[in-house]
Structure formats: C-alpha cells, structure tokens
C-alpha cells in the first residue's frame, strides 16, 4: 500500500511479490516498449502480465519519472499552479463556504483541495483547462439540487462553473449543509 506521502515505490514489495519479479524486470519491460505512451504503458503490464490498475501505474508513473503520486503538499502549492485569476474565483469558493462553516478542515487530497470534517470530505473542485468542476461529495445531494444547479454542467458526481464564475455562496453552503447531514 503507498504511504501517506504518495511514494510510489511503496508498492514496490507487494508488486514485487504478486507478479514474481523484481522491480528491474518491470522497468526493462517498459523500455523495450520504445516511446509508447502512458495507456500503452499501462495496458501492456494488464494484458500480458495481469497486473491491476494500481499496480501498473505505479510501476509506469515511477518509470516516467513521477516517483510520487503527490503534486502538491500544501493548498498554496496548488494555487500556484494556477492563473491568478482563477485563484480568486477558488477562494472565493472556499471563503463562502467557511464563512459559515468554518470548522472544515481545507486539505489536498487526490492532488485537489478538499474540506473535510473529521475523516469525511464535505466538499471538493478541481480546476481544468476551461472550468472549475465543483464536487459536493455525494451523489444523492448533487441529485437533489438538480432544479438549483440547471443553468451549469452536471455530471455524475461533479457540476462545471467557469473560471471567472460569479460564485453563488448560498448554492455552496446549501451544498455544504445537505452534505453535512448526511454524514452525521
């Protein structure tokens, strides 16, 4: 299992002992495959070897140079990354929604910024090319704002807002409140 700090080479023993090769076989595997990319990659250690998804991306993402599956360590390390413009928009998110609540706990967590409430996650976004996909963490709370959240994107578990989005506080903490209630 890979460690808190995103090592990926954590995996190492356990993929060393299920498919009953040392570490180096793998990497020379992946460079007999020449300038292949990453799903090439990953399928070639599936098909032919019957590796599991986690397992072969550890293996391919270690061999293409990402040793840790952490990007980023700190919700300012993430905002840096970011155009500043877009950085207002996604603090203005997370004001509105601690304004009210603030005793969630802002985290990175999958490379995102998160707020949590003890061990469950209330709230998340990730920030893509040309929008800020917002995720209220359940399903059923996304499903019951379907008539609030008409006018944007809604996908199974995520709804888009774009990067200069006009942020609406009351969605967000009404978001915030049904998902708090659902884990009481």
Partial sequence: MASESGDRSKYFPAIEKRYGEKIDFWM??????GATKYPEQVGHLRE??????????AIVMYFRGSTSSKR?????????????KVVKTVKKIFSEIRS???????????????????KDYI??????SSHILIAPWSTDVLE??????SKYQVNKKTFAVPHDWKV???????????RLAEVK
């Fill in 72 to 84: 980023f360590s700190t919700v300012k390390d993430f905002y840096e990354t970011l155009d500043p």
């Fill in 48 to 57: 032919n070897y019957g590796f599991s998804q986690t397992h072969a991306n």
């Fill in 28 to 33: 020379r595997a992946l460079r007999k495959l």
């Fill in 100 to 118: 009210k609540y603030p005793g969630l706990e802002l985290v990175i967590a999958w490379n995102q910024p998160m707020l949590m409430k003890g």
């Fill in 168 to 178: 609406d506080g009351p969605l967000l903490r009404a978001l915030v409140k049904a």
């Fill in 144 to 149: 019951s704002f379907g008539s609030r959240l």
């Fill in 123 to 128: 709230f998340g976004l990730s920030v893509a």
